[in-house]
């Protein structure tokens, strides 16, 4: 795919960040202790990272999907949670301010969270609703001029250093399912809402996740975010966005285990010769770099037809999380396999790919979730 000399740029201006900022003393200790860089962060605000996809009039710089998938892609090459740190404002916490918001909202939240000052997370699943998200129990209601939350929400990335969360709280619990759901901006310092210890992961360490709890949580009504009993529909348009981002994100991973595994095979040597002389190898090396390339197409196309409004954009987003995806688990396990019994210790840096790519085909909708999207929109 041809990219204009603007995108190249931007490439390789996102690369040397990735590679002069993300130093494996950083790596190495997000992974060993799960906990939030916020120095690296205030850097990656500093130029603009944090809101790329923000518009320039709630202070982010205004930035085309492309443009952030390319950032995603170029930042997980080096360090996959890094995309999160990215992923996280631009998408899951301004993306539904974005898209329903009032003035007064916008105004409110984007300026700050574009800027890296204030960070907001994406709260919907629940211990008893992840792939069927609709089927929630914590609900919202009305009491003069506010709204209550009760429940319990779990999985929240960046839960325990939030200061907002987007809320999805049942309104009216006579609807069924999806319905009756509404959105709220809560303020994560209000009385009556706790986080639970941050999750014990098996990646993606530095963006701790955790539970989030509502005990009589007061809301006021202008902090309700688009219609009432309406915001099921936004949450899955923001997933939309969001599984991009994903897919992104599990390219750059794939492009750096494939790096890893391409330098490795040439060094290694056994029955007198680098390993990369053996079909084996080599065809293994030609698989992964082919697969990356098919992912990159599906990536960058869908992200053009998402800014270009293309109808039933949603199906390609859920193709490019699902592929992305798979093909990320595929590409770290035979970079690792490549890496022999070294890529099982903790000092190759494969071993950390191999665990952090676990997580793609889980979070924002289960690989078999995005099967169910393409599927139903084949088959209705
Ligand atoms: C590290 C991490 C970060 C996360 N961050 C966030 C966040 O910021 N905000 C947020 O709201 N959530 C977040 N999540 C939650 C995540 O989106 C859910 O874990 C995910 O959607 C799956 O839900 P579940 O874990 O309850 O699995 P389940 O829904 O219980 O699914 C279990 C298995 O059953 C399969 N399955 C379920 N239903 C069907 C079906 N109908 N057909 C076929 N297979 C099916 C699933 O594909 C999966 O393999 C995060 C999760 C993790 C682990």
Not at 28 to 54: Q, S
Not at 258 to 264: D, P, Q, S, V
Not at 324 to 344: C, D, P, S, T, W
Request: glycine residues 10%; charged residues 25%.
């Amino acid at each position: 795919m041809v990219l204009s000399e603007k995108y190249e740029m931007l490439r390789k201006n996102f690369r040397n960040f990735a590679e002069t900022e993300f130093t494996k003393e950083i790596q190495d200790r997000l992974d060993a202790t799960g906990e939030f860089d916020e120095e690296l962060y205030a850097k990656m605000a500093k130029y603009g990272f944090t809101g790329v996809k923000i518009p320039r009039e709630y202070g982010g710089q205004g930035a085309d999907t492309l443009t952030y998938m390319i950032m995603g892609e170029e930042f997980a090459r080096v360090m996959p949670v890094a995309t999160i740190y990215v992923n996280t404002p631009n998408s899951l916490g301004a993306g539904p301010i974005l898209m329903c918001g009032t003035e007064e909202q916008k105004q409110a939240i984007l300026p700050d969270v574009a800027a890296g000052k204030k960070h907001i997370v994406f709260a919907l699943t629940e211990p008893g609703a992840g792939s069927d998200a609709g089927s929630m129990q914590t609900y919202a209601v009305e009491d003069g001029d506010d709204y209550i939350i009760n429940g319990r929400k779990c999985f929240i990335s960046g839960a325990p250093f939030a200061d907002y969360a987007v809320v999805y709280a049942k309104t009216d619990r006579t609807q069924k399912g999806s319905k009756g759901i509404s959105m709220f901006i809560v303020d994560m310092k209000t009385p009556g809402i706790s986080t639970g210890k941050p999750e014990a992961k098996m990646g993606i360490g530095g963006y701790p996740t955790s539970d989030i709890s509502f005990d009589n949580v007061r809301v006021n009504k202008k902090w309700l975010l688009g219609p009432k009993d309406k915001g099921f529909q936004t949450a899955l348009k923001t997933l939309n966005g969001g599984r991009l981002g994903v897919a992104a994100q599990s390219l750059g991973l794939a492009q750096g285990c494939l790096e890893e595994a391409i330098k490795y095979s040439k060094e290694r040597v056994q029955f007198g010769r680098p390993i990369c002389k053996n079909q084996a190898v080599s065809f293994a090396i030609a698989e992964m770099a082919t697969e990356i390339e098919a992912a990159r197409c599906m990536v960058y196309t869908a992200a053009q037809e998402m800014d270009a409004g293309v109808k039933d954009n949603y199906i390609k987003c859920a193709m490019c999380k699902y592929y992305a995806a798979e093909m990320a688990n595929r590409v770290a396990y035979k970079a690792l396999q490549i890496f022999g019994g070294y890529g099982y210790i903790k000092e190759y840096k494969i071993e950390r790919m191999y665990r952090d790519a676990r997580i793609f085909s889980i979070y924002e909708g289960t690989s078999q979730v995005q099967q169910m999207v393409i599927s139903g929109a084949l088959l209705h």
